[in-house]
Structure formats: structure tokens, C-alpha cells
């Protein structure tokens, strides 16, 4: 009884510290919101003024700078800049479609791979590998390969 307790404490903490780590990882890199609802503000602190309300769990951020009491100054899609809470944003990486047309899902990372979904702008998902200018990329239960330059999120930050 003790082992398993101690091994469960042992898990979390591990699992903890790999949150904590890739919270703290070196500036930019991507994150996603983790929450249905996130308030950008215009300074490191709740006592700073909302610039922007977000209520798109999933959707990309590039993480620009780090303060050590927790929060992080990102930027999203459209270029809007601010501070929010690192609590609230997951290492997990995801994308943004963007464009003004509907991009092609495919079956395989190729052009003449058979279409599976035609994938609406501002829709986010799940991001995969990339190579080739392709990257794996789910939306629910769907899954393919989208070109690289039609997904925010997808490269370097």
C-alpha cells in the first residue's frame, strides 16, 4: 500500500515537473489555450485592465516572453500582443487554418493524395509532425496532412 502511494506521489510529481518545464522553456515557442475562456491583459498582473477575451480552447498563442511569478506575454494570430496567466495555457501544440479558402486535409503529406476534408479558416486542431511543408493535423476525430503554410501555429515561433 505505502509502494503504490509513494509511486502515485512519484508520478505526479514527474508529470509536474514536465508541465512546469515546458511552461518554462526558452522564448518563443508555442502554446494553446487550455481553458474555454482567457483573458488577455495589458500588463503581468490581474490588476491590469483586459485588452482581449478569448473563448477558443485549443487556439495557438506564441509565447514571446516569460516572468517568473507565472505569466507569459504572447501573441496571437492577428498579431495582437498582451499578458495572460500561464495556468491557463497548455504546452500541447495546436494550429489555426488560415487563408481565405477552405484548406485541403489530405490523406497523405502530398498534393495528389486524395482529399479528405476541406478545412474552413479559423478552424484549430491538434498539430502533428511537419515535414516536407505538410504537417499531421486533427480536428476531432479527423485526421490528415495539411500544407505547412496554411496553419498559425506550424514552424518555428
Known amino acids: 500500500m505505502f509502494r503504490n502511494a509513494a509511486l502515485l506521489l512519484l508520478a505526479f510529481g514527474l508529470g509536474a515537473c514536465g508541465s512546469?518545464?515546458?511552461?518554462?522553456?526558452e522564448t518563443p515557442y508555442w502554446a494553446t489555450i487550455d481553458t474555454t475562456e482567457l483573458n488577455m491583459r495589458v500588463g503581468p498582473s490581474?490588476?491590469?485592465?483586459?485588452?482581449?477575451?478569448?473563448?477558443r480552447k485549443g487556439l495557438p498563442l506564441k509565447v514571446l516572453?516569460?516572468?517568473?511569478?507565472?505569466?507569459?506575454?504572447?501573441?496571437?494570430?492577428?498579431?495582437?500582443?498582451?499578458?495572460?496567466?500561464?495556468?491557463?495555457?497548455?504546452?500541447e501544440r495546436g494550429a489555426l487554418v488560415i487563408g481565405e479558402d477552405?484548406?485541403?486535409?489530405?490523406a497523405a503529406p502530398t498534393d495528389n493524395s486524395s482529399l479528405k476534408w476541406?478545412?474552413?479558416?479559423?478552424?484549430?486542431?491538434q498539430l502533428g509532425p511537419c515535414e516536407a511543408g505538410w504537417c499531421a493535423?486533427?480536428?476531432?476525430?479527423?485526421?490528415?496532412?495539411?500544407?505547412?503554410?496554411?496553419?498559425?501555429?506550424?514552424?518555428?515561433?
Open 20 to 25: 512546469a518545464n515546458a511552461q518554462q522553456q
Open 46 to 55: 490581474t490588476e491590469y485592465k483586459i485588452e482581449w477575451v478569448y473563448r
Open 65 to 91: 516572453r516569460v516572468k517568473d511569478d507565472g505569466w507569459r506575454y504572447v501573441e496571437d494570430h492577428e498579431g495582437a500582443k498582451g499578458w495572460v496567466n500561464k495556468n491557463l495555457l497548455d504546452p
Open 118 to 125: 476541406s478545412l474552413a479558416p479559423g478552424v484549430v486542431g
Open 102 to 106: 477552405p484548406a485541403p486535409m489530405r
Open 137 to 157: 493535423f486533427s480536428v476531432g476525430n479527423r485526421e490528415g496532412y495539411v500544407p505547412a503554410d496554411r496553419l498559425w501555429g506550424a514552424g518555428e515561433p
